[in-house]
């Protein structure tokens, strides 16, 4: 009832169901349309009705005066407590939620990007263009990659990392690399593979501390290698490279 009695100040039916229309837009999709009109006509006639209007096209003269949308969009945010995405506190609150998200889960953009969505709309701060939001998104899942990597090259040091990259060189009168003949499973290879393995353990390989690394990092981490070919790990970056070794 206090939105119907907020709407029905407006002058004329047509701005009273372009108020409505504007006031429904903000909380179900998290921002205001460029067009009202855009709004599905279904949900356009269900407001009409609330507000005891028998024809809901009144609404195509919302738009004639333009400034009209634009005017009633800021007095919305300021009695229904609305902030602009570019607010810097919120923002910054944003991209910590991101950032704990993204450090302690193996989840991907997309998942991302609709949890933040959510969100903005919980807390009344108007959604951004999806194109700023995915680079928001971008950034902050590359931040925490990087802080994996980093963690786990310091963690596992130098010379583990150097015996980690040197299975994915082809040995001399071999076709494989050491990593390919290592997921192929037993053969006449297993003594020597087990011995390469013996090292690699005496080197500390089991032994790294990753107890600050969230588990779910560390699986996604581990299925990412076990799944990848020498070629396609020999082409990650350095520390990925040797992070993604290590994880497996």
């Not at 998200?101 to 969505?117: D, H, I, K, N, Y």
């Not at 963690?151 to 082809?170: F, H, M």
């Not at 290592?182 to 011995?195: K, N, V």
């Amino acid at each position: 009832m206090a939105d119907l009695s907020v709407a029905g100040r407006r002058r004329g039916m047509h701005n009273r169901l372009g108020f409505a229309v504007q006031l429904a837009t903000v909380r179900v999709v998290g921002r205001f349309l460029t067009d009202p009109l855009d709004v599905p006509w279904p949900v356009v006639e269900s407001l009409a009705g609330q507000l005891g209007m028998a024809d809901a096209s009144v609404l195509k003269l919302y738009a004639q005066r333009g400034q009209t949308g634009y005017e009633h969009a800021a007095e919305i945010s300021a009695v229904y407590g609305y902030v602009d995405f570019a607010d810097p506190a919120r923002h910054e609150e944003l991209k910590l939620f991101l950032s704990a998200r993204a450090w302690t889960s193996a989840e991907g953009p997309v998942r991302l990007f609709e949890r933040a969505a959510v969100w903005l709309r919980e807390r009344k701060v108007l959604l951004p263009g999806v194109s700023t939001l995915t680079r928001l998104v971008s950034e902050v899942r590359a931040g925490a990659n990087d802080r994996l990597y980093a963690v786990l090259i310091d963690a596992a040091g130098p010379s583990l990392i150097q015996e980690l990259e040197g299975l994915l060189r082809v040995a001399d009168g071999s076709r494989l690399t050491a990593w390919e003949r290592l997921r192929t499973g037993p053969s006449r290879e297993l003594l020597r593979q087990l011995d390469r393995l013996a090292r690699l353990r005496a080197l500390g390989a089991g032994t790294v501390d990753v107890e600050t690394i969230p588990a779910g990092r560390m699986n996604a981490l581990a299925r990412y290698g076990l799944a990848g070919k020498a070629s396609a790990l020999q082409g990650l970056s350095g520390q990925r490279r040797g992070a993604t070794l290590l994880g497996v």
